[in-house]
């Protein structure tokens, strides 16, 4: 998944190694990252279909278009990366110090967008989950949060729903 930019505590000069990227370059590697099917999105599908859940993959028609959605259940999870997602309080949600102000803003946008997504589907009658990255490690504890959220498996007797 790329690794985080430039994360050191020492002022950096602009020689730095993310300096030395063109924009374009930084796009490409921008649009890479935050590509689908990071190991985190991975491990909540394993996840869930372990636990007996059908679900759908990043539905076009629905807003932000939701790493997982079960639209019978009228129910999305977000798969967040905790640095892109500036996961609050969490210590993988670092601050670059090399371009201070252009992450400042992409963080910012990253945050407003996830908000305006997740009010959209409210509006529609979703609920929403977000998963983030850290939490994909402790899967007892992640399996418990998706039945908590998602329901019993079967929405009537030998009925599977995604
Ligand atoms: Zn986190």
């Known amino acids: 998944m790329g690794g985080n930019p430039i994360l050191s505590q020492e002022a950096t000069e602009p020689a730095s190694g993310a300096d030395r990227i063109t924009p374009a370059q930084r796009s490409r590697n921008m649009a890479r990252i935050r590509s689908k099917d990071t190991v985190p999105e991975l491990i909540v599908r394993r996840l869930l279909h372990a636990l007996g859940y059908r679900f759908r993959l990043h539905v076009a028609s629905l807003p932000g278009k939701p790493d997982v959605a079960f639209p019978k259940r009228k129910k999305a999870i977000f798969v967040h990366g905790c640095f892109w997602h500036s996961h609050p309080g969490c210590v993988r949600a670092t601050r670059p110090v090399s371009r201070a102000a252009f992450w400042a803003e992409k963080f910012e946008r990253n945050r407003e967008r996830d908000t305006r997504v997740q009010a959209q589907l409210l509006d529609q009658g979703w609920n929403v989950l977000v998963v983030w ?26 009925v599977l729903t995604c």
Do not use: Y
């Not at 990255?133 to 030998?158: I, S, W, Y």
């Open 133 to 158: 990255e850290c939490e994909t490690k402790e899967h007892d504890k992640l399996k418990a949060q998706l039945k908590a959220f998602l329901g019993p498996v079967r929405v009537a007797p030998g």
